[in-house]
């Protein structure tokens, strides 16, 4: 089982039946795993847990034996051994002990529509009647619990209720819990119970006894909230916005050097006020743009980990990093369009002083760049809030 892992199951292709000798026994590893089952290699998947003959419904497929270790102990596996430990609870993993106890047991592959599932925290028993020569799997939901960016995958498994893309807060989905509340590891259960009890709770309140004033510091505490988190969960937005100013301005300064002349040349201006004006109006759009490149990439690398994981690029983390991007951009437009021309205004009036077009262009753009970097993870904290909001609405 690799509940870690970025590999989906394909169910939709046809099973490809071992070209080696049939095994009377499937390596346990660290387990009891049922005689019926063997490892097989899937196309495009790495490898996959198959029942060799008929299986009943309610059979006792795998018990799981290895050692459980910490999160930061997980954390700490190779790439590899990462692939194969699943969680037992908030911060713990049962998994091998090492590379030689991998055997059919970790095998099982996710399917949102899975023929296997848990009986308490290290039996996992067939859901219904497994065919010869079908893939063993299970739903990842019911034993990984993680914060939205810390586990997501593509999934291909060809199922009607397939959710296209996995994560660690599947198991809070009420269509999955439905279907698959038995099959849950014990301490997801009691999350799940805890969850409901809560909803539950809030349901029952009367909203017609609450006084005005208890109205009024709830709608009041969403901005503070909103606030607080941007400070505590963004902040490094600030940082990343000052070290990209430098080759922002530094690239502006240059590009302007060659276009300024040019433009004079060409006649579109003449030296002094004219030259001045034009170049005061330019420059702040260049300056923008550079910055934008600048302070994006930066970003993109502060947060490489939401879509790059164990040396692989998740395609649709990735599209979603680009879409908090645009949603960024979008929130900014208002204010750095006061922004822009104030830059320019400043800009001329440096020149106009008589400081040198670099120095007055670098200046005014250190001037443009503190009054981006102060608002920049409020910013970032909202257009991923949103991003994430968008992507709830879409899966429900």
Same mark, same amino acid.
């Given at each position: 089982?690799?509940?870690h892992?970025?590999a989906?199951?394909?169910?939709?292709?046809?099973? =490809?039946?071992? =070209?080696?000798?049939?095994?009377?026994?499937?390596?346990?590893?660290?387990?009891?795993?049922?005689?019926?089952l063997?490892?097989? /290699?899937?196309?495009?998947?790495?490898? !996959?847990? @198959? #029942?060799?003959?008929n299986?009943?419904?309610? &059979?006792l497929?795998?018990?799981?034996?290895?050692?459980?270790?910490?999160l930061?102990?997980?954390?700490?596996?190779? $790439?590899?051994?990462?692939?194969?430990?699943?969680?037992?609870?908030? *911060?713990?993993?049962?998994?091998?002990?090492?590379?030689?106890?991998?055997?059919?047991? *970790?095998?099982?592959?996710h399917?949102?529509?899975?023929?296997?599932?848990?009986? !308490?925290?290290?039996?996992v028993?067939?859901?219904?009647e497994?065919?010869?020569?079908?893939?063993?799997t299970?739903? @990842?939901? &019911?034993?990984?619990?993680?914060?939205? *960016? #810390?586990? /997501?995958?593509?999934c291909?498994?060809?199922?009607?209720?397939?959710?296209?893309?996995? $994560?660690?807060?599947?198991?809070?989905l009420?269509?999955?819990?439905?279907?698959?509340? +038995?099959?849950?590891?014990? @301490?997801?259960?009691?999350?799940?119970?805890?969850?409901?009890?809560?909803?539950?709770s809030?349901?029952?309140v009367?909203?017609?006894?609450?006084?005005?004033?208890?109205?009024?510091?709830?709608?009041?505490?969403?901005?503070? +909230?909103?606030?607080?988190?941007?400070v505590?969960?963004?902040?490094?937005?600030?940082?990343?916005?000052?070290?990209?100013?430098?080759?922002?301005n530094?690239? $502006?300064?240059l590009?302007?050097?060659?276009?300024?002349?040019?433009?004079?040349?060409?006649?579109?201006?003449?030296?002094?006020?004219?030259?001045?004006?034009?170049?005061?109006?330019? &420059?702040?759009?260049?300056?923008?743009? =550079?910055?934008l490149?600048?302070?994006?990439?930066g970003?993109?690398?502060?947060?490489?980990?939401?879509?790059?994981s164990?040396?692989?690029?998740?395609?649709?983390?990735l599209?979603?990093?680009?879409?908090?991007?645009w949603? +960024?951009?979008?929130?900014?437009?208002?204010? +750095?369009?006061?922004?822009i021309?104030?830059?320019g205004?400043v800009?001329g !009036?440096? #020149?106009m002083?008589g400081?040198?077009?670099?120095?007055?262009?670098?200046?005014?753009?250190?001037?443009a760049?503190?009054?981006y970097?102060?608002? /920049?993870?409020?910013?970032w904290?909202?257009?991923?809030?949103?991003?994430?909001?968008?992507?709830?609405?879409?899966?429900?």
């Amino acid at each position: 089982m690799a509940p870690h892992s970025s590999a989906a199951l394909a169910l939709s292709q046809p099973v =490809t039946r071992a =070209t080696e000798p049939v095994r009377l026994l499937p390596r346990p590893g660290s387990n009891w795993v049922h005689p019926s089952l063997e490892e097989r /290699e899937v196309p495009g998947c790495g490898f !996959g847990a @198959y #029942a060799r003959q008929n299986i009943p419904a309610g &059979t006792l497929l795998v018990v799981y034996g290895g050692r459980v270790i910490s999160l930061q102990e997980f954390e700490s596996l190779s $790439t590899e051994m990462q692939n194969y430990p699943y969680q037992v609870e908030e *911060e713990l993993f049962l998994g091998p002990s090492h590379a030689g106890d991998i055997g059919v047991g *970790e095998r099982l592959n996710h399917s949102c529509a899975p023929n296997a599932g848990f009986r !308490g925290a290290i039996h996992v028993v067939s859901l219904r009647e497994i065919a010869a020569g079908e893939q063993v799997t299970i739903d @990842y939901a &019911t034993c990984v619990s993680a914060d939205h *960016e #810390a586990f /997501e995958m593509s999934c291909v498994c060809g199922a009607p209720s397939c959710r296209g893309v996995v $994560t660690g807060e599947d198991w809070k989905l009420p269509e999955v819990q439905a279907r698959l509340f +038995d099959s849950f590891q014990p @301490y997801l259960q009691r999350k799940i119970a805890a969850l409901k009890a809560a909803r539950g709770s809030k349901r029952a309140v009367n909203h017609d006894s609450i006084a005005l004033g208890v109205r009024i510091k709830k709608a009041l505490s969403w901005p503070v +909230d909103f606030v607080r988190r941007a400070v505590s969960e963004e902040w490094m937005a600030a940082p990343v916005a000052c070290i990209a100013a430098l080759p922002s301005n530094l690239a $502006t300064c240059l590009i302007m050097e060659v276009l300024a002349p040019m433009l004079i040349s060409l006649g579109f201006v003449h030296e002094g006020a004219q030259s001045i004006a034009l170049i005061a109006a330019v &420059t702040p759009f260049i300056g923008y743009a =550079t910055y934008l490149v600048a302070y994006y990439a930066g970003m993109l690398f502060k947060e490489r980990r939401d879509f790059i994981s164990r040396g692989r690029l998740r395609r649709r983390a990735l599209q979603r990093k680009l879409s908090v991007i645009w949603l +960024d951009f979008l929130a900014h437009l208002p204010s +750095d369009l006061l922004v822009i021309p104030a830059m320019g205004a400043v800009q001329g !009036g440096f #020149a106009m002083a008589g400081l040198p077009q670099f120095w007055a262009i670098f200046w005014a753009q250190c001037i443009a760049d503190f009054a981006y970097a102060w608002k /920049e993870p409020f910013y970032w904290h909202a257009a991923k809030r949103l991003e994430r909001w968008r992507f709830e609405r879409r899966r429900a």
